[in-house]
């Protein structure tokens, strides 16, 4: 599978599998006032923590790059953003969920643009 060549702007985020609730961690560049998924990659929470994904917040409208693979537990391409704990969550369609890191249910409404937080590689 074919990398997406990124910027020194790109930047890391911690996410979470839906189903297996497993951590993984997104490479995000911000390209053309969008913030571009572009690669996914295994990682423990802790390690996430020490290299600062949790540590730098960014608003704007999410697209995913042609390479970007899903999440690397399950495949899924699609994700919410949980409205307690922002945690970026794999998401299969469903209208109720619950998010793995904080065990917040609810029904998920469509937004155009939110709020992730972050850190360097």
């Known amino acids: 599978m074919d990398i997406t060549p990124i910027s020194n702007e790109a930047f890391a985020i911690l996410a979470e ?8 961690g ?10 571009k998924f572009v690669w996914a990659f295994k990682i423990d929470k802790a390690k996430a923590h ?17 390479n970007f693979p899903g999440c690397p537990h399950c495949g899924s391409k699609q994700f919410y953003i949980c ?13 109720r969920v619950t998010c793995p890191h904080c065990h ?3 029904t998920l409404c469509r937004t155009e643009s939110f709020d992730l937080r972050g850190g360097g590689f």
């Open 17 to 24: 599998c839906e189903e297996t609730k497993k951590p993984f």
């Open 26 to 35: 997104i490479t995000v560049d911000p390209k053309r006032g969008d913030l």
């Open 50 to 66: 020490r290299e600062g994904f949790d540590g730098v917040k960014v608003k704007g409208t999410i697209t995913l790059d042609n």
């Open 83 to 95: 409205d307690k704990c922002k945690t970026v969550v794999c998401w299969h369609g469903q209208e």
């Open 104 to 106: 917040m249910t609810g």
